[in-house]
């Protein structure tokens, strides 16, 4: 890679978010069973994952913005942490190290990765992951981390797999436009001065830009999100949890089937009774209160190969958290979702985020700031892998994957399906959420209230 490659404005901007007190950093999980080959294990890493050159550069400031720079001495070593989990190896040690590695800043004088492997978790091993944003984001690192794994049943060192495609990644159904219009609109805000040269191309891309100016204009004029237990100050320190025992992805569909609304429809809705049941717990009152989350949205084409970089948009959706009746508050959420659905906000923000990795940070940071005043939490949903999956020798059990959240935005939910499994994961400020497991064990017994509901035949009265 030369020294003078530009850090694209997209990937930029995560750099001038990045606060001691939010890192941008993507943090994933993944257990595999007993047998990890350590050897092998390295040598994948070596091999597929650094096969991307940018993997062994750091990002550093210019006069311009910044450039990738290769490090000197790089040592795959540096990158790849050994470690046992405490005793007595259960889950909560496994939240309670995860929420620490969150929390660490990167060493600036290496490239800003780590895998941090933790041995003795269930009798196999569990992989920390964590990735400075303005390498990648999440979709993208999901499809190259899983460019490291090999189906169950392949021959164990053979050759990398190719990488899924970017349609089994993201919310496709949040993505109106064709991805030709999406790039006209997003490479308009980089593009600049070449329409002069092509007045044709300028009148389309000119529409685009109006309906995009409109969706920033729409963003910029929400009201900020209502004061909750989510909207405290910053302290860095992150606290992790996750569903121990996920819901199948087959009944939350069947669900969704029989409502006529979409599985993203029945999984935000969940979550949405759950925040609602959890800051009631702790003392808020969420009568009649509604909560955005920002939602990433994959951009990327379906026969785009897999690279870094940064290429999804945010959409602000709204969470009913004060709506008790589950059929009542799945209407809600279904509504909101359509509303989004004919909206150009994904490209939208995509296109400001360019825009913000080419200034300054001191007029990044008030931006940042705005925005991130209109929600109270990212979600992100990421359909995986249905097969089984190894990772040299063992066989991966579990998988999340969690994306930073910007400005005073302190709270990250995942959802990931793996083999039929929908998986709900939570990393939280301390100030926010000292406890996310008591968020997590509300996830279950939400679902339950819905499918009760569904079985008494409620729910073709509310949503038809």
């Excluded at 470690?83 to 190290?97: I, K």
């Excluded at 609304?261 to 509604?290: F, M």
Aim: net charge negative.
């Amino acid at each position: 890679m030369s020294t003078v490659e530009r850090v694209a404005g997209a990937d930029r901007a995560w750099l001038l978010m990045e606060r001691p007190t939010n890192l941008m950093v993507v943090v994933g999980l993944i257990v595999v069973g007993p047998g990890l080959d350590r050897a092998r294990y390295r040598e994948i890493v070596a091999r597929r994952f650094l096969a991307h050159e940018r993997l062994r550069c750091i990002p550093v400031a210019d006069a311009l913005g910044a450039r990738w720079v290769e490090a000197g001495q790089f040592n795959l070593d540096d990158h790849i942490a050994w470690t046992a989990l405490p005793e007595p190896g259960t889950q909560r040690e496994l939240e309670a190290l995860l929420g620490e590695l969150a929390s660490i800043p990167f060493n600036p004088g290496r490239p800003l990765w780590m895998f941090h492997v933790v041995e003795g978790y269930r009798g196999g091993c569990a992989i920390i992951v964590r990735i400075h944003h303005a390498y990648a984001d999440g979709i993208a690192l999901v499809r190259v981390l899983l460019s490291l794994t090999d189906e169950v049943g392949a021959a164990p060192h053979g050759a990398a797999r190719e990488p899924p495609p970017s349609g089994f990644l993201g919310l496709a159904d949040l993505m109106p436009l064709p991805f030709a219009a999406l790039r006209q609109g997003v490479d308009l805000l980089e593009a600049g001065v070449g329409y002069l040269l092509h007045p044709m191309q300028a009148a389309g891309a000119a529409r685009d830009a109006l309906a995009y100016s409109g969706e920033l204009l729409h963003i910029a004029a929400l009201t900020d999100d209502p004061p909750t237990r989510l909207k405290q100050p910053l302290s860095g320190a992150r606290r992790a949890a996750w569903t121990a025992q996920p819901l199948a992805l087959e009944e939350v569909r069947t669900v969704a089937q029989l409502l006529g609304c979409t599985v993203n429809d029945v999984l935000l809705s969940i979550l949405a009774g759950s925040l609602g049941r959890y800051l009631a717990a702790q003392g808020d009152d969420p009568t009649d209160l509604a909560i955005r989350a920002v939602v990433p949205v994959n951009l990327r084409a379906e026969d785009e190969p897999a690279t870094l970089g940064n290429r999804f948009g945010l959409v602000f959706a709204r969470l009913p958290i004060g709506l008790r009746h589950p059929l009542e508050r799945l209407c809600a959420v279904r509504a909101a979702m359509q509303e989004l659905k004919g909206s150009s906000q994904a490209a939208a923000t995509l296109g400001l985020l360019s825009v913000v990795g080419t200034l300054p940070s001191a007029v990044a940071e008030p931006a940042t700031a705005m925005f991130s005043a209109k929600a109270s939490l990212v979600v992100s949903h990421l359909p995986g892998p249905r097969a089984p999956l190894h990772l040299a020798n063992a066989e991966i059990t579990q998988v999340l994957f969690w994306v930073p959240e910007a400005g005073s935005i302190g709270t990250g939910v995942s959802i990931l399906s793996y083999r039929g499994d929908v998986q709900f994961g939570v990393i939280s400020d301390r100030q926010m959420i000292p406890r996310p497991d008591e968020l997590i064990a509300l996830i279950a017994p939400e679902f339950e209230r819905l499918v009760y509901l569904v079985l008494l035949g409620g729910g073709a009265v509310l949503l038809g």
